[in-house]
């Protein structure tokens, strides 16, 4: 039974002990065994043992394979009761040719973490509204290149408490407030916007973050959003990495966080910019769906997440 719109608690997945299985697939980009190798060394380091997809390594295209493929390697996974965790080889463009191929039951039966950023958001808000927590952190292809996110992820599987506060050169709108946190890929929550898979935003605080966009498009889906009733509800907006935004040769006029506060300029919850989330080099893990709050100052900022016995 679907959760979407009860605004319920969410199902939190057993958290990860040193002698787990975890897996690793490649649900839309293409990867090599050289690009995995580092993240499959960290992960067994973390006292984990590791299952690679069929088609992990695959190729059709830009793509790890074929959706039936893919699709595939991602239900083994699913249904799998070793598998204790999935993770998202990497991301690019593919998980939204194959969340409809995928059957949740056993899944909902036996609930485990789904990680991943990016194109990742598709499973993120399709298992969100199954009633299931996930966990947005940083993937194989990028272990290592950052000590505190790779950390950081490694801290949330395992279930230690997390709490982050940052300074940030921008303003946002202050305010302090609690709910469950939600979001991801801007670009991937407007094109799963009225799908089976779209965000229940309500009484939430929600996450955006977004990479290589024209600006006057970050226009454009922050107008989605506002118009499909998903910015007036919320309890809180935080902006992460807006990354290597793109502009016209007459350019739009304001910055990615103009917009996106010009969208939200007339509701009274807290806005706060530049979380270390996203297509950053510093993409801190944090788990969506769980009760977070949120303490937005100046330029001072604070998110902590529910305590864990």
Partial sequence: MSALGLNLP????PFLCKGDTVGIVAPARKVSR???SKAIEILRSWGLLVK??????GSQDQFSG???????D???MLDDPDVKTVFSARGGYGCLRIIDKLNFDSFLRSPKWIVGYSDMTVFHSHIHSLGVETLHGTMPINFGMDEESTES????LFGISLAYSWESSLAGRKGSSEGELVGGNLSLLYALNNSKSDLDTRGKILFLEDLDEYLYHIDRMMLNLKRSGKLSGLRGLVVGGMTDMKDN????GKSAEEIIFDAVKEFDYPVCYEFSAGHTTRNLAFRLGSKVSLIAAEKSNALSFEKHG
């Fill in 10 to 13: 969410k199902i939190k997945p």
């Fill in 34 to 36: 050289e690009e995995m």
């Fill in 52 to 57: 690679e997809g069929n088609h992990l390594y």
């Fill in 66 to 72: 074929t959706d039936e493929e893919r699709a595939s």
């Fill in 74 to 76: 991602m239900q083994n």
């Fill in 153 to 156: 992820l490694r801290a949330s």
């Fill in 249 to 252: 040769a007459i350019p739009f």
